[in-house]
């Protein structure tokens, strides 16, 4: 069936391996990000399989969909207040930053006579998630720490997701430093300091990841190879473990202008074309309902990619050595952002390598 998306587990548990192998030679503790893929469990345990103890997604839904696997259960997104009780059934621990959740978790964790770890958020200044008053913080974590069914397992921090801000010294020096102050408060110790996602991870290139940062939650580099705070590729691992496969529907020439007075696209862009005569094109049928708009590569590098509507990708195949015809496949390579919305459409299949 097309188009379908095309995953390799076996490369999969050895990116998986390479990964937690960095992250053990400098202390840290690895779960594994599975949001990207929507949690398919049969995905989640080959990354399992490379010994990783721990799984982090950032919808309860997903978590749910990996109960019967055997691991650790992190919920990276703050926990709505109407999901806690399912939050407390499918995670062992959530990354939270308000008081009225976590009073709602220790109460759900008491109603279900289990307990419930708590990773207090704080935000550095990426301005998404997390406390960003220290006071504040301490007073969360004070309180925290005295409720009966809750586990205030560590701080952690989120950084190149909304501002772009990239993790240093400095402000995961902050993070290890309110650490040892909450510590020095609630007189426990932290187990967790959670240092972030896969734009961590050049610091532990660079052996520059603060000491006692112990903990990452890392989706991108295990699934695609990259790190993400500046996109280089970690040597070792393989990129294209997840790959797409969409079928040619129309190849005519056609001029590479559009005819006549033109306005505004599909989605409202005011689009801009060059000028390069007659070329042959292609038209692959999958679309931006499928992977959104976000990073596409043709394998076949004499492919160029001209855009896309809903249902539409448009290709120039003049200078393929190939010749293409009408129900041939391309095969294309996926960024992050094209995995994740290609993962979640339901009209792309799922297939596995040497299946
Ligand atoms: C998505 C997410 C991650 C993983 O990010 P990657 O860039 O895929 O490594 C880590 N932490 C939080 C809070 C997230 O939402």
Redesign the pocket.
Known sequence: MNPRMIINLEQLTENASTMLKICQENGVRLSA?T??FCAVPKIAEAILAAGIESL?D?RIENLEKMANLDAEKML??LPMLSEVDKVVRFADIS?NSEWETIKLLNKAAGRQKTRHGVLLMFDLGDLR?GVFNEDELLELAQKTSRLDYIDLKGVGT?LT?FGAVIPDENNLGRLVKIANDISNITGEKIELISG????SIHLLQKGKLPRSINHL?????ILIGTE?AYGTKIPGMHYHCFRLIAELIEIYDKPSLPIGETGRAVFGEIPHFEDRGVRRRAIAAVGKQDYAGHDLQTVDNDIKILGASSDHLILDIDDAKNRYRVGDEVCFNLG?GSLLALSTSPYVAKGYEGE
Request: with cysteine; proline share 0%.
């Open positions: 990000v949001k990207a982090a950032s990276l997104r990354l998630e989120n997701c972030g996602n896969s734009s939650r890392i989706g991108e580099a993400a992050y």
